[in-house]
């Protein structure tokens, strides 16, 4: 089955900075890649998501880079915020339906 | 309009006992997963209905994890013989249809004493 290996577990930036996140994956049959934020205590959300007919995404501070040769994805947050300080997951989805997650990165932006 | 909703909340039971979890999809959602996710973990698949049924069942750990959606939208996640190690956060999504995004539910904390 699929295997989703993320890094790093913890990442402190200063506010205004910007934050990398990588993930790699192990099913070169995987289409689908999205990042889900999630506050304590709370449900995971979706912040953005890419398809592998796409190598890079991007929504106002987020972007996502995918390379389906390398088998790996980062998710770019710029001018980071307080607000951002969460624990972000990557995922990997595709003919198995279900995702299969990374073991999170806690980001903490220092004001 | 409203997101997947999951009940209860919390549940805390001893071990040994049966604990039923209940789900409710944004409506209109015809597939739906359930998670479990364990403190500091990422979610972990558990079992996807498309419909009615159970079109992947193959992360249950064992025989005492089963699930239905007899009508094609809500959905009860049941654990027989409740164990520690069962203790978790049990996180339900709904998507549109397979492989569209999917939303997640606010999780049920189970707690087995």
């Known amino acids: 089955g699929e295997n989703v290996e993320q890094h790093p577990s913890t990442l402190s930036v200063q506010e205004g900075d910007s934050a990398v996140i990588k993930c790699t994956y192990s099913?070169?049959?995987?289409?689908?890649f999205p990042w889900y934020k999630q506050e304590l205590g709370k449900r995971p959300q979706l912040i953005i998501d890419i398809r592998s007919n796409v190598g890079e995404k991007k929504d106002q501070r987020i972007a996502v880079t995918l390379n389906k040769t390398a088998k790996h994805f980062s998710l770019h947050i710029t001018e980071t915020q307080p607000e951002d300080s969460a624990v972000y997951f990557c995922a990997a989805g595709g003919s198995a339906r279900q995702l299969t997650f990374g073991s999170g990165t806690q980001l903490t932006v220092l004001p | 309009g409203a997101g997947v909703s999951q009940t209860p909340s919390n549940k805390v039971t001893e071990k040994g006992k049966y604990v039923e979890l209940r789900c409710d999809p944004i409506?209109?959602?015809?597939?739906l997963y359930w998670y479990r996710q364990s403190l500091g973990q990422g979610p972990e698949f558990l079992i996807y209905?498309?419909?009615?049924?159970?079109?992947?069942d193959s992360g249950l750990p064992n025989d005492r994890f089963f699930a239905v959606r007899p009508e094609g939208s809500v959905s009860t996640l049941k654990i027989q013989r409740t164990e520690r190690g069962d203790s978790a956060v049990y996180l339900c999504?709904?998507?549109?249809?397979?492989?569209?995004?999917?939303?997640f539910g606010p999780g049920t904390r189970l707690l087995v004493l």
């Open positions: 099913d070169s049959a995987s289409n689908y």
């Open positions: 999504a709904s998507s549109l249809s397979s492989r569209e995004t999917q939303y």
């Open positions: 209905f498309q419909g009615t049924g159970a079109a992947d």
């Open positions: 409506s209109g959602h015809t597939a």
